[in-house]
């Protein structure tokens, strides 16, 4: 069975950083096309970031692009979400993902950023 908990949210100021982890299970991440994405209240889901299988490829879209940064350790079977430079829009619920912004999702972590 495939499950997936993300966590590392939190309250952060604007300018701050957070790392989010997806502990998964029921599947390698190492061998998988993994994404994050998040939800603001009252908002559409939108798709944050992704890694392909290989581990080669990342992709951001440009709101994020450069503030964040998507990586994997197979060892630990984790994925990771670094957001640099965090902005009051980056407000919402994050989620990891197995596959696109479509795929099998998690329960997600909530991060504020608040001054």
């Known amino acids: 069975e495939v499950q997936l908990q993300a966590s590392g949210g939190g309250l952060a100021q604007p300018g701050g950083s957070l790392r989010l982890s997806c502990a998964a299970s029921?599947?390698?991440?190492?061998?998988?096309?993994m994404s994050w994405i998040r939800q603001a209240p009252g908002k559409v889901l939108e798709w944050v970031s992704s890694?392909?299988?290989?581990?080669?490829?990342?992709y951001y879209p440009d709101s994020v692009k450069g503030r964040f940064t998507i990586s994997r350790d197979g060892a630990k079977n984790t994925l990771y979400l670094q957001m640099n430079d965090l902005k009051t829009e980056d407000t919402a619920i994050y989620y990891c993902t197995k596959g696109n912004a479509q795929g099998i999702r998690g329960q997600g972590t909530q991060v504020t950023v608040s001054s």
């Open positions: 029921g599947f390698a991440v190492s061998d998988s096309y």
């Open positions: 890694i392909d299988a290989p581990g080669r490829f990342t």
